[in-house]
């Protein structure tokens, strides 16, 4: 967010400069630089790039926003805050703030909702809407717990947004998605093999919804032996896709009976395992053709052969002492 300042006063060996704004009913605490083009620099919106900051620095900068701001809570805050970002690189460091919330709704009607900030990829602070509490994941975001906890109107207002708000918003999109969203489309079930010595695997597709459970049996008993569950992963379409690995030699699943069995919404699908039912890309080494091709050479040859004899048997050639002798001209 960057904005100019209604007032900036230098800092005195310090290169950048801070600045005060009141925007509406919040304050807000901004450091810019010089021409007092400002970031804003709080706890709510995190500056991306920022000072290197010693303990003399910081007095100095706390000191200089005690005599701009009438309010001294700020004034620690932005010593704090300056604090937890401490030994920053102003030309490259950058950091992150994120934020998640949403809420969940149930077929029972029951109501979950989750609020939480991360700051550089790590948790940070969360909600439990339940007590109306804060939790801290480090210590660094008690200073914002305790702030938050210490003015309960904050919590308050995000319990009503996700118990209310939010489920209302759910359940008219889930309204506008119903014919998509409750669609059931059986999967596609196939036993793959890379090479006759390769594992198999049962791999199902175009499925939806999600949910779908992939097992293995050996003569009829579970099989849980000897196998990889794959992710699930989702189709361009929105359907999905599952596979499950059997890590087993061939004479084993020859001499017995495997079989891969799929439940998805009620339904079974069941694979038995047997070599004719395997897709595969492998191609058999061609002997055949190859066998073929050796013979067809053979036989041109012995025929170029025969047919030099006979052409020099014409143009009445002799040997000398039964040797050929090669004349290069």
């Not at 991306?48 to 900068?61: H, N, P």
């Not at 939480?116 to 109306?132: E, P, V």
């Not at 849980?224 to 087993?248: C, K």
Request: one cysteine or more.
């Amino acid at each position: 967010m960057l904005l100019v300042s209604s007032r900036c006063e230098r800092l005195s060996g310090f290169d950048w400069t801070l600045c005060d704004e009141s925007l509406l009913i919040v304050w807000r605490v901004f450091v810019c630089r010089r021409d007092c083009r400002c970031f804003c620099f709080s706890e709510e919106l995190i500056v991306k790039r920022l000072i290197a900051a010693d303990e003399r620095t910081l007095a100095s900068v706390t000191q200089t926003l005690s005599r701009v701001s009438d309010k001294p809570l700020e004034s620690r805050r932005f010593r704090s805050t300056m604090i937890l970002r401490h030994q920053c690189d102003l030309t490259s460091c950058v950091h992150s703030f994120q934020l998640m919330y949403g809420c969940e709704l149930d077929t029972d009607g029951t109501k979950r909702g989750y609020m939480q900030y991360g700051y550089d990829g790590q948790d940070f602070i969360s909600l439990d809407k339940n007590t109306l509490t804060f939790t801290a994941a480090n210590p660094q975001a008690m200073i914002t717990k305790n702030k938050w906890e210490a003015n309960r109107a904050e919590a308050e207002q995000w319990k009503g947004y996700l118990e209310n708000m939010c489920i209302e918003w759910l359940q008219k999109y889930v309204g506008y998605g119903k014919d998509t969203l409750e669609r059931k489309v059986s999967p596609q079930v196939s036993l793959l093999q890379k090479d006759p010595s390769s594992p198999v695997m049962c791999h199902t597709t175009s499925f939806y919804p999600s949910g779908v459970t992939i097992t293995w049996q050996k003569n009829g008993q579970d099989h849980d032996e000897d196998v990889d569950l794959g992710e699930l992963i989702i189709n361009e379409d929105g359907t999905f896709q599952r596979a499950s690995t059997l890590n087993v030699k061939p004479e084993e699943w020859k001499n017995n009976k495997f079989s891969c069995v799929v439940e998805h919404q009620g339904k079974t699908i069941r694979e038995i395992l047997t070599e004719d039912k395997i897709k595969t890309n492998y191609a058999p080494f061609p002997i055949g053709i190859i066998i073929g091709v050796v013979a067809a050479v053979l036989l041109l040859i012995v025929i170029g052969v025969a047919g030099y004899k006979v052409y020099q048997k014409k143009k009445g050639f002799k040997p000398v002492n039964g040797k050929f002798f090669i004349i290069s001209v």
